[in-house]
């Protein structure tokens, strides 16, 4: 910029200055350069040509005629000289010195030959040759040679942190160009800084001094997820020969390769040489999954944060030279009898932050010796400041009555690491804990879902008046960690200018939807909620209550009135969202801001978003039975009730009336179908030539087919508003109708396996498949039997959406399966269906006792699968069913036609059947079943299991339904397997499924078709 400036100082400093990092960066470039070369130039003769040069330079800077003054072409010379200089810094190598003195020499020649001219350097030339001034009255070998003396240079320099991060910053500085986007390479790191960079400019209050701003605590709850994968648990392969390991090198590839070059290791064998090794393998591993391990290490960076904000607010400018790392390493103080400020910054962090991790059962896992016990240990250990509460049973006597009988005894405790004295001791570091507090209980604390109650046990151990409940599958990011300051300000502001916020609602970052398609969608279905969603439902709705666990609650406020977490069993599935129902009730105000996101995982298959969803639907069904529901619609303005009823519990609620809509037009349309009165119908001219509802009609069809116009949102809309249309109701229906709701882990592990066909079946065959081939069914006999005086475009474009409804029930389980067309899965899936319908002692239970059980993935036997099958109340359904075809069946089509000739006996006669059909939908609701209604000897068989058992139809019973379940299983497995056939099918799946990992260039093939590499030899003891 400077050579190209045409010797003009004025258009040069116009054109830094248009750019104010740009001027701050040539301003810290030129100050770090003195700086540098000041430090390491040590001779007198040297320092004196080396100040008299700095002064020239400077004096014709304020001057501005540094450019009509010097010749600036040569500087581009003098830049790579010093970029070397820079390069042998930071290598710091003996080997190096004379280098590193050539080096010297050329930069002085460079600025002394090429940039000054003659004049201005006849001042110190003398200086440097030893001489008058001429160089060639003095003998060559008689000349002093600068920085060639043994003391003249300081190098190799005595490195402290504050001169690594000097120099590693100034060769950024110097070498990153203005055309490098690419940099950083990594995704995700470009993400964070793109948000970190962007929040910055939000409204946001302005952030206190660290000692004055509001202190906080951090909840986490945990019970047995992971907290540090073993390296077993790495190596270990699935049915593939993928083990977890094998995974995480081929999804982060660029990461792995970031971590062999910080350990020195050039391949995965070194790192098992040493326990260091292996111990700095599993934190990687760890790091990039769902863990506990993470989880702290993301909360923790609340605390080096605010050291790091302290040491800003109280460090002298001498600190400030030195840095922040350098400070953190200096313990000169200390010794001194001095409170360093180190010791200051650490201790004004204390006071404003508190963790604790409510670990339920780690006084189990450590009496019993768990590796999950001693995983906690060490991240106390790690973390000093970090704590443990847990639940502990103790046996102790009875003090009531003349006998001592041990009975146990219930102790809310909170533990912390017990670290030595002091580093210098020599007795052997032990890790054990140490009991801080131990509060008595009344009884047993785990009444309920469990996770409510370890919240609120935990809690009394919490200070401050901000609390923030993360869950243990969330991560946090150190610069977002840095604008907590400012967050906890907004409980200072009347946001509505009436009430101080009670919660503040944060944003979330889904941190597991980067390569699988499915956990793409996941992850922008919940990317939307927590920004646009919750933005609105907060302003202007006023109807945010508490969806995600990274908001943060006015501790004091919700303490005194009934804490963040009910726990009453069933009814409380959902407790988030009841802290944020209760918090509304009691004149709360909750808030929501962008300008700060938490870390979060979801769920990445099929499978667990299924399960997810069903978790959800319950919760929703027990909310809409809830108390709460009732409170809040009678006491919220007409207005706030119909956003809070639209938000929570009328969504589920409106799909579950748009799936029963489905099903009473279908059946309208067949009873007008096998009644002939559709036909009478059609050939009145009034209805037959009625060209605005063929108009109707036809722009209707091309809406609900317009989805084909974008290919790529195919399989998005067939996920988010097909499949999930059927999970929700079926959940909340089974809710509303039987209660059972409860709590179900999701998973939060890797999922890029495939699932078996008998295990998808288990999970989907009640909720999806069975409706779908009840719709399919209708929907084929309305055909065939209206077939003769309808033409087919009519019934494509009055079915298209249903027929699309019904693909996506049947087949999205299996179009989402990783590998669900493959040829030799489909051989495994077949001999494992086999195996699971063949099995012994197929029986029924007695279906009263397991009212509102889901039938799930976790379901290991047929017998069991059956358990939960069918409800008494049905029968009465199928009763009104085979009453409505027995009705429509027993009149001849031109005599239903002459009796119902009149509209107005045509409608009275459609809405009656409406009726029947309505009714049996509210007993069946979830239960339509087409098959069912071909066997409700099923039904009643097991409604009077003891008669049928004591007639001895029992078995035949028993038998009838095996063949049951073997038609359906035939009916979905045939076109998987026929489509297997393809190989083109397989590929089109993957590239679909995959599609993330493709656009980044992932072996994401290497993953599915497993890992062939023998690794027998690494498992060996």
């Given at each position: ?179 490098a986007m690419d940099v950083p390479s990594n995704l995700e790191a470009r993400r964070r ?79 098992r040489e040493t326990d260091e090794l292996e111990e700095k393998l599993r934190l990687w ?99 000093p400041s970090l704590r443990v509460a847990f639940i502990d049973e103790v046996e102790e ?625």
């Amino acid at each position: 910029m400077a050579k190209d400036s045409n010797g003009k100082d004025r258009e040069l400093k116009k054109r830094i200055a248009n750019d104010n990092y740009m001027s701050c960066a040539v301003l810290e470039c030129y100050a770090s350069f003195r700086n540098i070369i000041r430090f390491l130039v040590q001779g007198h003769r040297e320092k004196k040509v080396i100040d008299d040069i700095f002064s020239e330079v400077d004096r014709h800077i304020e001057a501005g005629d540094l450019l009509t003054e010097y010749q600036m072409s040569a500087l581009p010379s003098l830049y790579d000289h010093f970029v070397k200089l820079i390069k042998y810094l930071l290598e710091n190598k003996q080997t190096d010195r004379d280098q590193v003195v050539l080096i010297f020499q050329d930069m002085l020649e460079v600025v002394t030959r090429d940039i000054m001219m003659e004049d201005h350097t006849s001042s110190f030339v003398d200086s440097i040759h030893g001489g008058s001034g001429h160089e060639g009255m003095t003998p060559l070998d008689q000349q002093y040679q600068l920085f060639a003396s043994a003391g003249a240079i300081n190098f190799p320099v005595q490195e402290t942190e504050a001169w690594k991060e000097k120099i590693k910053r100034l060769d950024l500085l110097l070498t990153v160009k203005e055309s490098a986007m690419d940099v950083p390479s990594n995704l995700e790191a470009r993400r964070r800084i793109s948000f970190f960079s962007n929040s910055l400019f939000m409204d946001m209050p302005v952030a206190p001094k660290v000692r004055n701003m509001l202190s906080f605590s951090v909840l986490t709850p945990y019970n047995t997820e992971e907290v540090l994968f073993s390296l077993r648990e790495l190596e270990v392969q699935n049915e593939d020969g993928v083990s977890i390991l094998f995974y995480l090198q081929k999804i982060f590839p660029d990461e792995w390769s970031n971590f062999l070059e910080r350990v020195k290791c050039s391949n995965e064998e070194e790192l098992r040489e040493t326990d260091e090794l292996e111990e700095k393998l599993r934190l990687w591993a760890s790091y990039r999954g769902q863990t506990l391990t993470r989880t702290v290490r993301g909360m923790m960076y609340y605390r080096r944060a605010l050291e790091l904000q302290a040491f800003l607010d109280m460090a002298k400018d001498e600190d400030l030279m030195q840095g922040y790392k350098a400070v953190e390493l200096n313990m000169e103080d200390q010794f001194k009898g001095e409170r360093s400020l180190w010791a200051q910054c650490q201790a004004v962090a204390d006071m404003k932050f508190t963790y604790v991790v409510s670990c339920q059962q780690y006084g189990i896992d450590k009496r019993s010796g768990n590796p999950r016990a001693q995983d906690t240990l060490r991240l106390m250990t790690t973390y000093p400041s970090l704590r443990v509460a847990f639940i502990d049973e103790v046996e102790e006597p009875s003090k009531d009555g003349p006998k001592k009988i041990n009975q146990k005894v219930y102790y809310s405790s909170l533990v912390k690491a017990a670290l030595p004295k002091s580093s210098n001791s020599s007795e052997p570091e032990q890790n054990l804990d140490q009991v801080i507090y131990r509060i008595k209980l009344p009884g047993p604390a785990i009444l309920g879902e469990g996770k409510p109650e370890n919240q609120n046990h935990a809690i009394i151990f919490t200070r401050g008046e901000g609390l923030q409940t993360i869950d243990m599958n969330q991560d946090n990011y150190m610069e977002e960690a840095l604008k907590m300051r400012n967050l906890l300000q907004e409980f200072l502001k009347k946001h509505d200018g009436v009430r101080y916020p009670t919660i503040l609602g944060l944003r979330e970052h889904i941190f597991t939807g980067s390569v699988s398609s499915l956990a793409w969608f996941m992850s922008n279905q919940e990317t939307s909620f927590v920004t646009i969603g919750q933005r609105l439902l907060a302003d202007p709705l006023k109807v945010r209550f508490h969806y995600g666990h990274p908001d943060v609650f006015d501790r004091l406020f919700h303490l005194t009135r009934g804490g963040v977490s009910k726990a009453s069993k069933t009814i409380n599935l959902s407790e988030d969202i009841f802290a944020g129902f209760n918090s509304t009730l009691r004149e709360g105000n909750v808030t929501h801001h962008e300008y700060i996101q938490v870390g979060k995982g979801r769920d990445v298959g099929l499978n667990q978003i299924s399960q997810f969803e069903a978790k959800i639907a319950n919760g929703n069904g027990e909310q809409t039975l809830s108390r709460d529901i009732y409170r809040l619609g009678h006491r919220f303005d007409f207005f706030r009730m119909l956003s809070c009823y639209f938000t929570t519990v009328g969504s589920y609620f409106s799909t579950l009336i748009t799936v029963l809509t489905v099903y009473v037009f279908l059946y309208g349309r067949l009873y007008l179908v096998l009644s002939g009165l559709e036909e009478g119908l059609n050939k009145q001219p009034g209805i037959r030539d009625n060209k605005p509802l063929q108009v109707a009609l036809a722009s209707q069809s091309f809406v609900q087919i317009g989805f084909l116009m974008a290919l790529p949102m195919l399989m998005e809309i067939g996920l988010e508003r097909g499949f999930r249309t059927a999970l929700n109701p079926h959940y909340y229906g089974r809710t509303l109708l039987h209660g059972g709701a409860k709590y179900r882990p999701t998973g939060r592990g890797f999922v890029v396996f495939h699932a078996k066909f008998a295990e998808n079946y288990r999970l989907y065959s009640r909720s999806h498949f069975v409706k779908g081939l009840e719709l399919m069914i209708l929907l084929i006999v309305y055909q065939i039997f209206g077939q003769s005086y309808r033409g087919s475009v009519a019934y494509v474009l009055i079915t298209i959406s249903m027929w699309f409804m019904v693909g996506t029930w049947l087949f999205a389980p299996f179009l989402f399966n990783p590998s669900g067309f493959e040829w030799q899965k489909i051989v495994d899936d077949w001999t494992d269906w086999n195996k699971w319908i063949k099995q012994p002692r197929w029986y029924w239970c007695t279906p009263r006792k397991k009212l509102g059980i889901l039938v799930g993935a976790g379901t290991r036997s047929s017998s069991s699968f059956w358990k939960a099958g069918y409800r008494c109340r049905d029968i009465i359904s199928f009763k009104i069913f085979y009453l409505s075809i027995w009705t429509c069946l027993s009149l001849d089509h031109h005599e239903a036609y002459e009796k119902f000739s009149g509209i107005r006996h045509i409608m009275a006669g459609y809405l009656f059947n409406i009726v029947c059909y309505e009714v049996a939908f509210y007993l069946l609701l979830v239960h339509m079943l087409s098959l069912y209604a071909f066997f409700p000897l099923f039904q009643i068989a097991q409604a009077c299991k003891p008669l049928v058992h004591h007639a001895g139809f029992w078995a035949s019973v028993r038998t009838l339904a095996r063949g049951y379940e073997i038609v359906m299983g035939l009916l979905l497995f045939t076109p998987v397997a026929f489509l297997a056939w393809f190989p083109f099918v397989s590929e089109f799946q993957t590239r679909m499924l995959f599609n993330q990992a493709f656009s980044r260039g992932l072996q994401i093939s290497r993953i599915l078709g497993g890992q062939r590499k023998d690794r027998s030899s690494r498992n060996k003891d």
